[in-house]
């Protein structure tokens, strides 16, 4: 969340979006990872 803040409180438009675009992408694979190693523990 603290990096997701500082993005909005970025000047640069293009700056702010590619770390929300960051901050996102990092979730997602956080998310992913998740899923993959509860798939593995049900293996």
Do not use: I, Y
Request: proline content about 2%; cysteine-free.
């Amino acid at each position: 969340m603290t990096l997701l803040n500082s993005a909005l409180l970025l000047p640069d438009h293009e700056e702010r979006l590619s770390a929300r675009l960051a901050a996102f992408a990092g979730s997602a694979f956080s998310a992913l990872v998740t899923s993959t190693q509860s798939r593995a523990k049900r293996w």
